[in-house]
């Protein structure tokens, strides 16, 4: 097994630590930030911030890289979506988010709006 393969075997595995973390906390907020690498491809990080509820006495805020996406486009829309979808992967619910952080307005607007959208029924 190369090294690129190991990396992205153990990143897996931290994601999914973020995100079975996040659900144990029920509530949490999510953070992007937006930008272009040295290469300049524009990156996301997603951000997560949660109660780290280890006991009634020991509660911890705990905040954490969920992902690192590259992305084509920066538009509201787009990085809405590409919220949405990094959600989906990690099986957190949109419903769950009790707030928000961003560095860009039209993301916060985009990310209301989709996530006020009622549910689609089977």
Not at 36 to 45: C, F, L
Not at 89 to 108: I, P
Not at 115 to 122: H, L
């Amino acid at each position: 097994m190369d090294q690129s393969r190991r990396i992205e075997i153990i990143g897996a595995e931290i994601q999914e630590e973020v995100a079975r973390r996040v659900k144990a906390a029920g509530l949490y907020a999510v953070m992007m930030d937006e930008t272009a690498d040295v290469s300049h491809k524009e990156q996301v990080a997603i951000f997560v911030r949660f109660v780290n509820d280890t006991n009634a006495t020991d509660c911890r805020l705990g905040e954490r890289l969920l992902a690192l996406v590259d992305t084509a486009a920066t538009t509201g829309e787009a990085l809405a979506k590409l919220l949405l979808d990094t959600m989906e992967r990690h099986d957190l619910n949109v419903q769950h988010v009790v707030g928000q952080g961003h560095t860009m307005e039209e993301v916060a607007y985009a990310v209301q709006l989709s996530a006020s959208r009622p549910e689609e029924k089977n």
